[in-house]
């Protein structure tokens, strides 16, 4: 699978066919079909070979629940962000062993935390959609900053109707990473067990 993340990684989905996977691996296009079914199984295993989470590093131990949600969703986001086109196909594709690896894990430490069953399906999905938001506007939105300074440069001549996100210099902010991690406390202020 690697030749395949890499050749997505280089050329994006629309840059992945059997044949450029073939000549990436100096066999023919047929012979790959003895290996997976079709292309689509070729995306689902790429997919679930990028998502494999081997917890967090030898040298970082999480103290408690909280760390090792943030250490585990942070590393989510990073796996998606080295490969661009992980993001688009995740709400789409089967789901492999690695990402029910990642979210039993989830799950697991949520359970621990003290996050009753009931809740525990919204949780998940909460810091799914989450981790998946974050990834997909840093993957797609990126503007330069000229065109970042004139759009802010625009709100501002609408600032009369648009007071609040003008005021907020939103369109200016490109701290991906701190409002990914601003957002996560958000939601596991939320999770935290009530006392």
């Known amino acids: 699978m690697a030749t395949a993340v890499e050749l997505l990684d280089a050329q994006g989905l629309d840059g992945l066919t059997m044949r450029r996977l073939a000549d ?15 292309k689509e199984q070729v995306l689902d295993l790429a997919l679930d070979a990028v998502l494999d989470y081997r917890g967090p590093p030898q040298d970082v131990e999480p103290r408690n629940w909280r760390g090792e949600l943030v250490l585990m969703l942070e590393d989510w986001r990073a796996s998606m962000l080295r490969h661009p086109w992980s993001a688009s196909l995740l709400p789409r594709r089967a789901l492999g062993p690695n990402i029910l690896g990642r979210l039993e894990a989830l799950s697991r430490t949520l359970s621990g935390a003290g996050v ?56 200016l902010d490109d701290d991906w990473d701190g409002a990914f991690r601003k957002g996560l406390d958000f939601l596991l202020d939320g999770l935290a067990p009530k006392r």
Do not use: K
């Open 24 to 38: 990436r691996l100096g066999a023919g296009a047929m012979s790959l079909y003895w290996h997976v079914a079709n």
């Open 116 to 171: 009753p069953d009931a809740d525990l399906n919204v949780a998940i999905w909460s810091l799914w959609n989450h981790v998946m938001g974050a990834t997909i506007t840093r993957a797609h939105f990126d503007l330069s900053e000229d065109d970042r300074a004139a759009a802010q440069q625009r709100l501002t001549r609408l600032s009369e109707r648009y007071p609040t996100i003008e005021r907020s210099r939103l369109l």
